[in-house]
């Protein structure tokens, strides 16, 4: 009986090398068979790739695994949504089109029996980071979305891959706790709690899983990532809880 949902994110294939990713996406995959014989619906919440631009006739190669298994999902009525993260904010219509998936650019809110829930990937979320969401505006622009895509592919995908190589997960820099008053997703969680009631915040993008209660009634849960927890939520219709995958 379908009746969980699921959520995780920061998968980062392609990052940090070819054998690396396989050997992710294999576990990533092995996931998904876990869960479908009970989900009912797959939030994949940002940065499930670490690296994808869609060119009109063009997009990367490779993921077939993920993308035959996620779109075998979608043909059997699992509902997929897919949000844009920092690293794969330009999906278009591709995984739409092909996989049947409903691309979220940023925040949703759904209710599901009773519990209200907000979720984002957490980029440019938060107090600080000013230098980030400057370079957020931009690359979510779409005139310089349409000034990179004049690029020819070897040369733009070129660039991208360079540029990932300086991104955590290539790097393996391991996040740490810093204390609930200094955690930018709880605090702007908590600022949207001033204004109204949520019963659960899920966001990626922190890459450390953590769960956090907020008050009495609403609850903070980062999802972490794919590269060391193999970390993931779901919602069984009255909790919302974080666990892992092979651990």
């Known amino acids: 009986m ?6 995780a994110s920061d998968f980062h294939l392609g990052s940090p090398s070819f054998e690396t990713s396989r050997e992710r996406e294999n576990r990533i995959v092995r996931w998904l068979n876990f869960i479908e014989p009970d989900c009912s619906e797959l939030f994949l919440m940002g940065d499930v790739f670490d690296f994808w631009f869609e060119y009109k006739y063009v997009v990367p190669k490779g993921f ?19 949000f844009k993260g920092n690293h794969d904010m330009w999906v278009k219509d ?10 979220v650019s940023d925040e949703m809110i ?25 370079l957020r505006k931009i690359f979510r622009n779409p005139f310089c979305q349409w000034l990179f ?27 740490v706790f810093l204390g609930e008053e200094k955690e930018w997703l709880a605090i702007y969680a908590k600022e949207l709690l001033q204004k109204e009631h949520y019963d659960y915040f899920v966001f990626g993008h922190r890459h450390l899983p953590l769960t956090i209660k907020l008050n009495e009634h609403s609850t903070y849960i980062n999802i972490g990532e794919w590269l060391k927890y193999n970390s993931y939520a779901v919602f069984d219709g009255n909790d919302l809880t974080l666990t892992y995958f092979e651990k």
């Open 2 to 7: 379908r009746d969980k949902i699921y959520f």
């Open 94 to 103: 591709y995984f739409t089109k092909e996989l049947g998936m409903q691309i």
């Open 149 to 175: 895509g004049m690029l020819p592919p070897r040369i733009g995908i070129g660039i991208a891959n360079k540029w990932s190589t300086h991104s955590r997960a290539a790097n393996h820099n391991d996040e």
């Open 64 to 82: 077939t695994r993920l993308l035959g298994k996620l779109a075998q999902m979608s043909d059997s009525g699992i509902k997929i949504y897919f």
């Open 110 to 134: 759904i209710v599901r029996n009773g519990k209200k829930i907000y979720l984002h990937h957490g980029d440019g979320l938060g107090p600080g980071d000013a230098k980030y969401k400057f």
